[in-house]
């Protein structure tokens, strides 16, 4: 028969008398404990294995980050070091900042890697990427002045090859430009960039490097532009001495000329031969080329056959009073412009002539003469035969 509670039973109580009396003995109730101890702690198991299942899956990305944060903590500790080293003694203060960052960053890198159930990954990402904007502000401004450094020991390099340049243009042009003022205001701004080279920096300042720069900088554009202007004063000069050069030269070939012409109309620089020695010239000319006599004639043929610059002469050293009684076949050549304007056939005149050669010719009526071919540098007609 079926056991029915009684409505003196409590709930979760068993009706059974006898049941009831065996839970009520003390081996029972430990029993229950332990079971009931045992189920708590399984279900705690497993939902700590769950937890942390969760927690490992969460952190795989965020390990990912860390390892590439730290693989950048890393990268930026060496550059910063090397900097460190590459610096020296430039800027003091900023490189006891840039060691205090580097010991931080030290002692980031020396704690171990979160695992993959470990908390707080999210604040050691933070911790580093912190450390890494530090680091790379107190970089930033050391590059800064490392670059100023560099910049200046470039300008200093240039300066010196470039100034090397100006004095040798200020020494090749000393005395030949046309205005000297240019000359000695670069003369002056060599001085100064030459004093500004010297200047010493402050070698612990990036701000130093910087202003001493400047002032090359300035100093070299203002050598430069007075440098190309003596330049071209220079070559104003130059094209003016040539000219100066070949005025001179034109004046002195004028007087070269004019005494020349002067000497070849003078007198006294020609020789009146005999008549033996003016046939010995008749009978081989080539022989006394470059002799110079003073001669008497009678102009046998002047027209467009022989033209402005030639003309036939019956010659004789000594003035004969008829025109039979000159002898000698001369070809007269003009020794200079217009020496025959004023002469036509028939005319008497005396000659002052330089023996050519001989020259042959052929004549009107057929055949060939051979005549005396010399050059009249003067002939004066005296009349007529």
Do not use: C
């Not at 709930?11 to 049941?19: N, R």
């Not at 003309?311 to 007269?332: A, C, F, G, H, L």
């Amino acid at each position: 028969m079926k056991n029915v509670p009684s409505e003196h039973t409590a709930p979760g109580e068993t009706s059974d008398p006898v049941a009831r009396e065996n839970e009520n003995k003390p081996g029972g109730r430990r029993r229950r404990l332990i079971i009931t101890a045992f189920a708590l702690g399984i279900i705690l198991v497993l939902g700590i294995g769950t937890g942390l299942v969760a927690l490992a899956a969460s952190n795989s990305e965020k390990l990912k980050n860390f390892k590439n944060a730290r693989a950048d903590l890393v990268a930026v500790h060496t550059s910063a070091a090397e900097l460190l080293q590459e610096a020296d003694t430039l800027e003091p203060e900023t490189l006891t900042d840039l060691e205090s960052h580097l010991e931080n960053v030290e002692e980031l890198l020396a704690e171990d890697a979160p695992g993959s159930i470990s908390f707080g990954v999210e604040d050691r990402i933070a911790a580093i990427s912190e450390s890494i904007g530090g680091v790379d502000e107190i970089t930033s401004s050391l590059h800064t002045a490392l670059e100023h450094r560099s910049q200046y020991e470039t300008q200093v390099s240039e300066a010196q090859s470039e100034l090397a340049e100006a004095e040798e243009l200020l020494e090749s042009t000393s005395d030949k430009v046309l205005d000297a003022e240019l000359h000695d205001e670069l003369a002056d701004n060599i001085d100064t960039w030459k004093e500004t080279i010297e200047k010493a920096p402050d070698e612990t300042s990036g701000e130093s490097f910087e202003t001493l720069t400047s002032e090359l900088v300035v100093a070299a554009d203002e050598v430069a532009k007075i440098r190309d202007e003596v330049s071209a004063s220079h070559e104003d000069w130059v094209q003016a001495e040539k000219e100066r050069e070949e005025a001179e030269k034109a004046r002195e070939e004028e007087e070269r000329q004019a005494q020349e012409e002067a000497a070849q109309m003078d007198p006294a620089n020609y020789e009146s031969p005999s008549e033996r020695d003016w046939a010995l010239v008749e009978r081989d000319p080539d022989s006394h080329k470059g002799e110079k006599y003073r001669l008497y004639g009678y102009v046998t043929q002047a027209d467009a056959a022989t033209g402005n610059f030639t003309i036939r002469v019956e010659t004789s050293p000594t003035q004969k009073y008829r025109w039979i009684d000159y002898e000698v076949n001369t070809m007269v050549i003009a020794g200079r412009e217009g020496v025959f304007s004023d002469v036509v056939q028939g005319d008497h005149v005396r000659m002052l002539v330089e023996v050519e050669g001989a020259l042959t010719y052929d004549t009107a009526i057929g055949g060939s003469a051979t005549a005396v071919l010399v050059t009249a540098y003067d002939i004066k007609v005296i009349g007529q035969l």
